[in-house]
């Protein structure tokens, strides 16, 4: 059975992906996977989509794992991992640009992280 034979949430496969993998006592997987709430179900694939390289790494080692979670619900789709890349903020930027050219001279109260 395919995820387009029957109307599939991606989040409730995936929720079932970490459950499947905490049955198993596959820890570090199950807990990284456990913050990932960005997937979608498109073409025959289930996309997961992460921002840190850690991440990455951990999912693409525990790619067979995933998969045949995803098989043991009766559905027949591949793991596919989508690197987000991070936004900045343009005025973090910006300032970032300032505190290039001037450095020590320019100060800014408030703020986002301190910058």
Same mark, same amino acid.
């Given at each position: 059975?395919?995820?387009?034979?029957?109307?599939?949430?991606?989040k409730t496969v995936w929720?079932?992906?970490?459950?499947?993998?905490?049955? /198993?006592?596959?820890?570090?997987?199950?807990?990284?996977?456990?913050?990932?709430?960005?997937?979608?179900?498109?073409?025959?694939?289930?996309?997961?989509?992460?921002?840190?390289?850690?991440?990455?790494?951990?999912? /693409?080692?525990?790619?067979?794992?995933?998969?045949?979670?995803? /098989?043991?619900?009766?559905?027949?789709?591949?793991?596919?991992?989508?690197?987000?890349?991070?936004?900045?903020?343009?005025?973090?930027?910006?300032?970032?640009?300032?505190?290039?050219?001037?450095?020590?001279?320019?100060?800014?109260?408030?703020?986002?992280?301190?910058?």
């Open positions: 059975m395919t995820a387009s034979n029957v109307a599939v949430s991606a929720g079932k992906v970490v459950l499947y993998l905490k049955e /198993r006592k596959m820890v570090a997987l199950h807990v990284a996977c456990g913050d990932i709430t960005n997937v979608e179900i498109e073409s025959g694939n289930l996309v997961v989509k992460v921002q840190e390289s850690m991440l990455v790494d951990l999912l /693409r080692e525990g790619r067979r794992e995933i998969e045949s979670a995803m /098989r043991w619900q009766g559905l027949d789709l591949n793991l596919k991992i989508e690197v987000l890349k991070k936004e900045i903020d343009p005025a973090e930027e910006d300032i970032k640009k300032l505190k290039g050219l001037v450095g020590d001279y320019l100060t800014i109260n408030g703020g986002k992280n301190g910058i």
